[in-house]
Each structure stands twice: as C-alpha cells, then as structure tokens.
C-alpha cells in the first residue's frame, strides 16, 4: 500500500511540475508580449484543472477550463492584429467598476462553493472571480490587467501553501514578480506606440 501511495505521489508532483514550467513559459510570452503564450497557457490550464480538483478546488479547477477557452480566445484575437489592438490603460471609473463588481461576485461565488465542500470557498471565489475578469483586460492589452494579477497571484500563492501544493505556490511566487516585469515591460511600449 505505502508503494502504491508514494508512486501516486510521485506522479502526481510531475504533473504539478509540467502545468508549472508551461504557466511559466506562458507568462514570459505573455510579458513579451507574443502569441504563443496561449498555446503554453492552454496546455497549462488543462493539467492543472485535474491537479487543482484532486485537491477541492474546484473553482480555481473550473477557472483553468475557462483559461483553456480564453486561450483559443486570446490566440484568434492576438492573431488578428487589427483586432486586438495596441496596450491601452483604463481610467479609475473603470477599475472602481471592476473592483465592485468582483467583490460582489466573490461574495455570491464564495456562499455557493461554501455549499459543495469548497476547502477556502472565499480565497478560492477571490482568485477565480478576479481572474476571469483579468483575462479579459490582458485579450483587450489593458496594461493595469498586469497590477491585478500581482494582487490575485500574492493570494493564490498563500493558497497554495495552505492546501500543500508547494510546486504552484513557487509559481504563484514567481508570478507575482513576473506580473511586475510585464506591467513594466508593457507601459515601455505604450510610451513608445505612436499616439493615434
């Protein structure tokens, strides 16, 4: 049984370590910005909606097969140049909108997954409701998009933490500063766009 358990164990770890280097590779072609980061991202998101259920997160699970359809999303919209545009920024009545609207469907999103035997229903609600929101600012070039990630990756890591997951706790970690490097990386070259 110990030898059934430890070779579980072991498989399980490599799965984690692959959805890991490929969220990795997504965020570096993401902060470049090219188009290959959602072919990482996809992949990425696939693995870790198994490896994140097996440990009852199930929003963050449903959040990564969400990843996989904003993925095909972000590649057709990246691909056709025209359409998505160069990096903009948002105005304050923008975010405050935004910032109102998730913690209310945090809220919501959190009592509903409290109900299904969610392990952190509301660390859990936070990170997927604000996530799928950042998405659509990063497939629009909102260059705040990268200033909410830094928040929602400094929370998923301590999520991580708690439910034992120290591989994407190191890539939540990661995150953070890398999310930092593209929002710096992304207002260079908005600086240097030609104004329109």
Known sequence: MLEAVLKEFTAYRWFEVVAVALAVAYIVLAAIPSIWCWSAGILSSLIFAIVLGNVQLYLDSVLNLFYVVMGIVGWVRWHKKDTAGPIKSKGWKFHLTVLGGGALLTLLAGMASEKFGNA??????????????????LIQKVVENWLYWMVIDAV??????LKGLPFTMVLFVAYFFLAFVAWWRWNQQMKLAPQV
Not at 120 to 137: E, G, N, Q
Not at 156 to 161: E, F, K, P, Q, R
């Open 120 to 137: 952190l229903p509301y660390w859990d609600a936070f990170t997927t409701v604000f996530s799928v929101i950042t998405t659509f600012m």
């Open 156 to 161: 998923a890591a301590y999520v991580y933490y």
